[in-house]
């Protein structure tokens, strides 16, 4: 089982819609829980980063965490062409000072 | 505040040469993360260090690979006898702390091997 699991997609919504993307975890332990953003051949940039159950909002992006079920969420609101790239999930674990990343999500904004 | 600075941004080696990648960290952090990216794949993690201390190094290949973060100058992350597996581009991230909030990336080194 991989450490952090992410549907590679590609994720395809039409420009206004909501994108929801999905991330599971494997270690229970884990404390810590961020969405990076990738665009093709550039540096993961960090868009959120949550730390206790529930929703976290900031502008058009929404991170949830659900902690029992070892889930987290980026939903992304009035999606835009420009919102267009591969999507990290990252998390660290109890005993592990980095960050594991998931293999990521591709999406993709339909103007 | 100049960022991660990481060089060169591309680097091309034949095989069996010797790959030097930099990183320059965020004024004011002191920890470092080595991460290698294959095409179509995500994140994988090499080794975290802290200056003259490498704390996890659990990424590593156990051979041709090592890494230093003096206490003068950049980290190192230093690939012996490069071979055609080896070409990826290779990402450095600081953080201040132990990363709670997260890690700032470098513009990363492609490394093709010829």
């Known amino acids: 089982q991989k450490e952090v699991e992410q549907n590679s997609g590609p994720l395809s919504v039409p420009e206004g819609a909501i994108a929801s993307l999905n991330c599971t975890y494997s270690?229970?332990?884990?404390?810590?829980f961020f969405w990076y953003r990738q665009y093709s051949g550039k540096s993961p940039e960090l868009i959120m980063s949550?730390?206790?159950?529930g929703d976290k909002e900031d502008g058009r992006f929404t991170a949830q965490l659900n902690k029992a079920s070892q889930y987290v969420s980026l939903l992304i609101r009035d999606s835009q062409p420009s919102d267009s790239a591969t999507y990290l999930c990252?998390?660290?674990?109890?005993?592990?000072?980095?960050?594991?990343f998931g293999s990521g999500t591709r999406l993709q904004v339909q103007p | 505040n100049a960022g991660v600075m990481q060089n060169p941004r591309h680097l091309v080696r034949r095989r069996g040469q010797e790959a030097r990648l930099r990183c320059s960290p965020m004024?004011?952090?002191?920890?470092v993360y080595w991460y290698r990216q294959l095409p179509e794949e995500g994140l994988k993690f090499m080794v975290y260090?802290?200056?003259?201390?490498?704390?996890?190094e659990s990424g590593m290949p156990k051979e041709r690979f090592s890494a230093e973060f003096p206490k003068e100058g950049p980290s190192i992350l230093r690939i012996q006898q490069v071979v055609r597996g080896d070409s990826a581009a290779y990402f450095c991230?600081?953080?201040?702390?132990?990363?709670?909030?997260?890690?700032?990336f470098g513009s990363g080194t492609r490394l093709t091997v010829v």
């Open positions: 991230a600081s953080s201040p702390g132990q990363g709670r909030d997260g890690y700032t």
């Open positions: 270690d229970r332990g884990s404390q810590s």
């Open positions: 949550i730390y206790s159950n």
């Open positions: 990252a998390v660290t674990g109890a005993g592990r000072r980095a960050l594991t």
């Open positions: 004024k004011g952090h002191s920890h």
């Open positions: 260090l802290q200056k003259e201390n490498i704390i996890d």
